[in-house]
């Protein structure tokens, strides 16, 4: 038995396995590019999920808090936030 017939039965073993690297890594990856290649991304998890035999609907999407525009979560930072002791006053 050659090596392609060996992968090829280890990945229609493994099919949830699979999917479920592929979803987990396309999240990252969508995280790290801050949503650049989001539909290029959310194309391959539903193949993934098609190859897996799930259900169209159930198709894991790629995570929905890489949505922020990128460099957001800088924005989100107050100058209140960088200083220490400078927040509000609290009584």
Do not use: C, Q, W
Not at 32 to 45: A, F, N, P, S
Not at 55 to 75: N, Q, Y
């Amino acid at each position: 038995m050659n090596m392609l017939n060996s992968a090829k039965k280890f990945a229609i073993k493994n099919k949830d396995k699979i999917a479920a690297g592929v979803d987990k890594a396309t999240d990252t990856i969508d995280k790290k590019t801050h949503g650049k290649y989001r539909d290029k991304l959310e194309k391959v998890d539903a193949a993934t999920a098609k190859f897996a035999g799930k259900p169209k609907d159930m198709a894991p999407t790629v995570a929905e808090d890489a949505t922020a525009a990128p460099g957001a979560e800088a924005a989100e930072a107050t100058v209140d936030d960088a200083k220490p002791g400078a927040g509000p006053d609290v009584d």
